[in-house]
Structure formats: structure tokens, C-alpha cells
């Protein structure tokens, strides 16, 4: 219910004698489970990737594909988890000022926790000639960076269904790592003359 209203109505805006009667509970009954209203944000904030790292890191050392797939799947279970959690991702960057910076801390390492873990995967494929010479960071920080689109930029992709936009994101990022002979331009580059 924090959630909501602090989605709603930003985080300025809601009062914790407001929740605490939306809840049933007392004032001092809903700070038995707060210490401060920004514990609320907080929360709010914690189910945005939940146990995705862990999920991403089963993928990344099974055995049972080969790494391009397991790019791939990463990629598409990431995305879909942006999907799901586009409003608090949006909040997120909304409400970020008002977090402590423990929590800072905590988004930040459990994001380059996610952008590491590509970052592994990307590298070994381009060290085995699975993926062409990239910027390794960048590229895995790309993916991160896409999959807060729908969050970010949800007016301009209004209207796409969320199997089209992952299976559009997940395409742009493989091809991007496609090997290419040596000289080769990409499709559309100026040396390509498209």
C-alpha cells in the first residue's frame, strides 16, 4: 500500500498518519515497523529486482546451453523483470534523492551486480570469438540501461506489446555482438554505403 501511494502521489506527498489509517494501524503500530518515513521508500524500492541477480547467475553457470544462449535468456528474463517492474524502477529514479545512502549503496552494488554478470558473459564470449570485438562495460551497461526504457520512456513506447519490445531489445543487443570480419562496417555505418 506504501508502494502505491508514494507511486501516485510521490514520496513529498504522502503522510505516515495517512498510511498508518489506510493500514488499520496506529501511528506508533506502523512505526514498529519503520524507524522513518523513508524506510517506506525503502521497501518500496526493494521488490524491484528481487532475487534477479541470483536468477541471472543460475543461467550464466548452468550447463546446459551454450553461452550465446545463455546471453540471450539472461537478457530476456532481465528485460522482462524491467517490464514488470517499470513503476518501481520509476520510482526509483523519481524518489532516489530521498533514500539513505545505505540504500544507495545497496541499488547501486545490486546493479552492478546484474551489469557484472554480463559483463562475465559478453567478455568470455568475445575472449572464445563467440561475440565480435566490443566494449564489454558499455554493452552490458547498455542492457541495464535498456531494460529501464519502459520505465523511462513509457510514452514513447506506448502501445508495444511487452513480447515485441523484449524479443526487439534482445535482437538489437545480439547483433550488436555478432562477429564480423575483420574492416567489416556495421549494416547502415558510412563505410557500408546504406
Not at 28 to 41: A, E, N, W
Amino acid at each position: 500500500m506504501a508502494t502505491r501511494h508514494i507511486i501516485e502521489r510521490g514520496f513529498d506527498s504522502v503522510s505516515v498518519n495517512e498510511l498508518a489509517e489506510d493500514l488499520g494501524l496506529s501511528v506508533g503500530g506502523l512505526y514498529r515497523y519503520i524507524q522513518t518515513k523513508s524506510d517506506l521508500l525503502v521497501m518500496a524500492c526493494e521488490t524491484i529486482y528481487g532475487g534477479l541477480r541470483e536468477t541471472l547467475a543460475e543461467i550464466a553457470t548452468g550447463s546446459e546451453r551454450d553461452l550465446p544462449e545463455k546471453l540471450r535468456l539472461m537478457i530476456e528474463v532481465y528485460f522482462r523483470e524491467c517490464v514488470r517492474n517499470q513503476e518501481q524502477i520509476l520510482l526509483m529514479y523519481r524518489e532516489y534523492r530521498h533514500l539513505p545512502e545505505d540504500a544507495h549503496r545497496r541499488y547501486k552494488e545490486r546493479e552492478l551486480g546484474i551489469t557484472g554478470l554480463f559483463a562475465d558473459l559478453i567478455g568470455a564470449g568475445v575472449r572464445r570469438g563467440l561475440f565480435g570485438d566490443v566494449h564489454v562495460q558499455l554493452i552490458a551497461q547498455d542492457i541495464v540501461l535498456l531494460g529501464h526504457l519502459p520505465a523511462l520512456k513509457g510514452w514513447a513506447v506506448k502501445g508495444v506489446e511487452s513480447d515485441v519490445l523484449v524479443a526487439e531489445h534482445v535482437e538489437l543487443i545480439m547483433a550488436r555482438l555478432e562477429t564480423r570480419p575483420q574492416g567489416a562496417a556495421v549494416s547502415g555505418g558510412p563505410e557500408s554505403g546504406e
